[in-house]
């Protein structure tokens, strides 16, 4: 009965739910739901009747001899003659068929009454035909039964994926751009998934480069990446001219047979430009659908392109009818292998290409013009798991209400300011993964075993073996924390200097120091290293600042390292190591965001390296520093107008007025006549800016927020017999703005600067078991400082 009754009243009223996204009655439908009407009366007497009759059934069965016998276990008498283990099984069995029954009639009248609520709201829907919402190829009993199954019927659905079954998923990325848009994919499925993942990442060695230390960085349990080299698979389809804005890249999915491992049989091929809006486990169930020899699984297009109607002389690709998009592809990769699908698809091209010339939409065409030969390849999915906001798009058509969708496709080369209906729902919704906290989605899968990641165990084993009751356990636990880290978040070009002298700028910075990035741009003509300290939504703020400057976007050699924002403290040292970590040149100048370099120290700095023979001798050249307290100064363009400048008060050596100690070793005084470099000795708290090899020792990450992050640095360049050498032409300015967080809380926590003493002299214990007897001067030094 109710299966009866929910196949009638689900398969006929509800199919903008559970299947075509469209939600069309036909005439021939409008006639079942008349029908319908008559089941529903039936129905109703039903609901009526069979609790009824099933306890009458129960009420006659208890009786025994005439006698009532209780269903309880507290009134059951076991010591009685007349009770038997036969009778109890009865009872018990009777108890089971009783909840079972009422379960059942529990759901048919929530059924009904959904019925009877949502029935009627078709009958005021559009009734006009749509170009594409019939699923599958042409079998309507597998679309009707595909309906029920499909979303989120709540009748008769079957789960098609297991608890913990790993879901494929491909994907083709290839530089800088596109790695940012991978992620905000990666993060919408992520958002609804329930099962392990496994992405097969077909990328260029940039694109590599960035994914491996995100996702390393990421650390998000029950999520397997593996990544195939795309520069290697070039030559399998760089003979097929491309007119797409993809490029090479484009048509590589035709290759996914060769390139996935063989022992895969299904995947999930997504572009870049996907956003899900559902738990992908939905699409991977579909592949429980396909039949015959139906090994692709595709959306129709949503534009007229192949229809070849969009202008004048417009001559698309063969394609059946309106063609497929290849955005969102499920691959049944097993049978293709054994279809011979690169023989069958190679053959396609050469032929069309005699015609074509070249492709227009790179692999979509080749696919298209396999299909138009082979029909029965395809399975065809509704349109709502690949909406196509494109150029021409009808995409509108696809769905009645937005909660219908399930994939977004920004296929449009104006990705977000392409023009539909409901363009802002799309966008926010977008926006939404695009701004999301990442570290949200480290959630495990509960009861689904993750695979042994060794970072991971050894980082759980270093944090329990701290005290969380100690005093400073957030500042130790700091040093284990693992921030998410996006290298290169913009374009990157570098060309190698030929003399092997080329010094790179590096610095830190978090979202209030965003304003010295132009400055220090038009001071530093060179290489830019900068790690930048920000969440998620601060990253797409910096984007779109960046994207609206005219000097940022002049400059290609600024190297851009998100580092995302985790716990309360901000990892200065771990942002220096990050952008240090990433220069192109053999020298870099270790700097702050808040200065400003002279004009032209960056080709002084070159001649410096060749001058002084840094590529064989271990030293560290100090860039002498000074500030002004002026928002507003005349920048010095040389040595002298600068030292007018100290003697008329308006420039300062820095930190002169509270923290004498960390420059004076420098030597101003001898500065001021000096014209040939000279040496200095390290003294306590001694942190000069200084030009090294990239090959120098990193920062101490134990220290973070205020207070001695590059004092520890410049004690280990001395224990390792770094030479220190003032460069006598060479000068930086340290610029005003408002005191950092970090600093507030060293000044008003005790706390803060009890642990910041102990982390010192723990640090100085180290340096003393690593340099032995050397270094028991640092020791001796700060006891007397």
């Known amino acids: ?148 199954a499909g979303n989120s019927s709540e009748c008769g659905q079957q789960p098609a994926v297991e608890k913990c079954e790993t879901i494929h998923v491909a994907i083709v990325c290839a530089g800088y751009n596109a790695s940012r848009d991978v992620v905000t994919l990666v993060k919408s499925v992520l958002f609804h998934r329930r099962n392990p993942l496994h992405f ?59 390139t996935l491992p063989s022992n895969l049989e299904r995947v999930i091929v997504l572009d870049t430009d996907i956003t899900f809006a559902t738990d992908i ?31 004048k002389n417009h001559r698309p690709w063969p394609a059946l009818g309106r063609g497929y998009n290849t955005g969102v592809i499920l691959l049944l990769l097993d049978k293709l292998r054994k279809m011979k699908w690169e023989q069958m698809w190679r053959l396609t091209a050469e032929r069309e290409l005699m015609s074509m010339l070249s492709t227009s939409l790179a692999d979509q065409d080749i696919f298209n013009a396999v299909i138009k030969q082979n029909p029965f390849l395809v399975y065809q999915l509704p349109c709502f798991w690949n909406v196509q906001l494109s150029d021409h798009t009808r995409s509108e058509q696809c769905y009645r209400d937005v909660s219908d969708l ?15 209906k409901h363009v802002e729902f799309f966008r926010n919704l977008y926006l ?64 190698p200097a030929s003399d092997n002298t080329d010094v790179t700028l590096v610095a830190q910075l978090s979202m209030d120091r965003l304003q010295m990035l132009e400055a220090i741009c038009k001071h530093w003509e060179g290489p830019i290293s900068l790690a930048l300290y920000l969440s998620d939504a601060e990253a797409q703020q910096f984007l779109r600042y960046a994207q609206g400057s005219e000097v940022l976007m002049s400059r290609h050699n600024v190297g851009y390292h998100i580092v995302y924002k985790e716990g309360q403290f901000y990892p200065v040292n771990l942002l220096r190591n990050v952008a240090m970590k990433h220069i192109s040149t053999p020298y870099m100048f270790l700097s702050d965001i808040d200065f400003l370099p002279m004009y032209g120290l960056y080709e002084y700095l070159r001649k410096s390296v060749i001058q002084l023979d840094l590529a064989n001798t271990k030293k560290a050249l100090i860039v002498p520093a000074f500030e002004t307290l002026r928002y507003r100064l005349s920048f010095p363009k040389s040595k002298a107008e600068l030292l007018s400048m100290l003697d008329m008060g308006t420039l300062f050596t820095f930190r002169y007025h509270v923290w004498t100690k960390g420059h004076a070793p420098t030597n101003f005084a001898k500065w001021r006549t000096a014209t040939t470099p000279y040496r200095v000795e390290w003294e306590a708290d001694f942190e000069p800016y200084v030009v090294v090899r990239k090959d120098c020792p990193e920062y101490d990450r134990r220290f973070v927020g205020f207070g001695w992050n590059k004092v520890a640095h410049i004690m280990e360049l001395d224990a390792q017999e770094y030479e220190f050498t003032v460069l006598p032409n060479a000068y930086m300015i340290h610029m005003p703005h408002a005191p950092s967080f970090d600093i507030t809380k060293f000044r008003s926590n005790k706390q803060y600067r009890i642990c910041l003493k102990t982390l010192k002299e723990e640090f100085q214990q180290d340096m003393s078991r690593h340099y032995g007897f050397a270094a028991l001067k640092y020791l001796t030094a700060e006891n007397n400082s």
């Open 1 to 148: 009965m109710k299966g009866v009754i929910c196949g009638r009243l689900w398969t006929i009223c509800f199919q903008h739910r559970n299947g075509t996204g469209l939600g069309i009655c036909t005439p021939e439908r409008m006639l079942g739901i008349c029908r319908g009407r008559r089941k529903f009366l039936a129905a109703s007497l039903t609901v009526l009747f069979v609790p009824a009759i099933t306890w009458i059934y129960l009420f006659a069965g208890s009786f025994e001899d005439g006698k009532p016998v209780s269903l309880s276990p507290l009134e059951s008498q076991p010591h009685s003659p007349r009770y038997t283990a036969s009778s109890q099984r009865d009872r018990e069995s009777l108890e089971v068929r009783m909840r079972e029954v009422e379960e059942e009639n529990r759901a048919l009248r929530k059924q009904l009454s959904l019925a009877q609520s949502r029935g009627p709201s078709h009958h005021r829907g559009n009734h006009s035909k749509t170009y594409s919402m019939e699923e599958g190829t042409g079998d309507s009993e597998s679309l009707r039964a595909g309906i029920v």
């Open 200 to 258: 097969h990442l077909i990328a260029d060695a940039i694109a590599k480069q960035i994914l491996a230390t995100l996702f390393q960085t990421w650390m998000v349990p029950a999520v397997r990446i593996d990544f195939y080299d795309a520069d290697e698979l070039k030559s399998e389809v760089s003979w097929i001219p491309n007119k797409h804005y993809s490029g090479i890249y484009g048509l590589m999915k035709l290759v996914l047979t060769k």
């Open 281 to 311: 486990a939905e699409l991977w169930a579909v592949f429980h659908k396909f039949k015959g020899q139906q090994v692709l699984g595709l959306v129709e297009n949503q534009s007229d392109w192949y229809l070849g109607n969009l202008w």
């Open 406 to 420: 399930k994939v977004i496709h920004w296929n449009s080369p104006k990705k977000l300011r392409v023009k539909n």
């Open 432 to 495: 939404t993964f695009l701004e999301y906290d990442g570290n949200l989605l480290r959630r495990e899968l509960f009861g689904c075993p993750s695979e042994a990641d060794i970072n991971s165990e050894n980082l759980q084993k270093q944090l329990s073996e701290l005290d969380e009751d100690d005093l400073c356990y957030e500042f130790r636990r700091e040093r284990f924390t693992v921030h998410r880290t996006h290298l290169y978040f913009l374009h990157y070009e570098y060309e």
